[in-house]
C-alpha cells in the first residue's frame, strides 16, 4: 500500500526549531521530487519547499529562505525519509504541514495536481 507519513510537529515557540519527517512505504522516495506544503486556517495550501529526486536540488518560498532545510536521508535503512528543518520559526508559520510525491519530479512550480501522493498532515503551531 502506498502511503506517505508526516511527524515531527507540534507546539514551538516563536525562534524555535523543529524537525518534520516524511516516510514513504509501498514505493521508493529516491524516484519521486518530493514537496513540503503547508495549509493555514482559513487560507489556501501553499507550496514550501521541493527536493529533486534527480540532482539533489532544491526550491523554497521566499517566506521560509534561510530558516528551512529540505533534505534527503541517504542512510541505508532511512533511505525513504524527507525532512524539513524549520528553524527561527515565526507565528505565520503555523499551520498543519503536508509531504507529497511527484514521479515527474517538478521542482520549483510546486502546483498541487503535479503530485502523485500525500501524506495526512502534522500540525505545527508557533505560539508563545
Known amino acids: 500500500q502506498v502511503q506517505l507519513v508526516e511527524s515531527g510537529g507540534g507546539l514551538v515557540q516563536p525562534g524555535g526549531s523543529l524537525r518534520l519527517s516524511c516516510v514513504a512505504s509501498?514505493?521508493?522516495?529516491?524516484?519521486?521530487?518530493i514537496g513540503w506544503f503547508r495549509q493555514a486556517p482559513g487560507k489556501e495550501r501553499e507550496g514550501v519547499s521541493c527536493?529533486?529526486?534527480?540532482?539533489?536540488?532544491?526550491?523554497?518560498?521566499d517566506s521560509v529562505k534561510g530558516r528551512f532545510t529540505i533534505s534527503r536521508d541517504n542512510a541505508k535503512n532511512t533511505k525513504n525519509t524527507v525532512y524539513l528543518q524549520m528553524n527561527s520559526l515565526k507565528p505565520e508559520d503555523t499551520a498543519v504541514y503536508y509531504c507529497?510525491?511527484?514521479?515527474?519530479?517538478?521542482?520549483?512550480?510546486?502546483?498541487?495536481?503535479?503530485?502523485?501522493?500525500w501524506g495526512q498532515g502534522t500540525q505545527v503551531t508557533v505560539s508563545s
Open positions: 509501498g514505493f521508493a522516495l529516491d524516484y519521486y521530487a
Open positions: 527536493i529533486s529526486s534527480s540532482d539533489g536540488s532544491t526550491y523554497y518560498t
Open positions: 507529497a510525491a511527484d514521479r515527474a519530479n517538478h521542482v520549483g512550480t510546486m502546483r498541487h495536481d503535479e503530485y502523485d501522493y
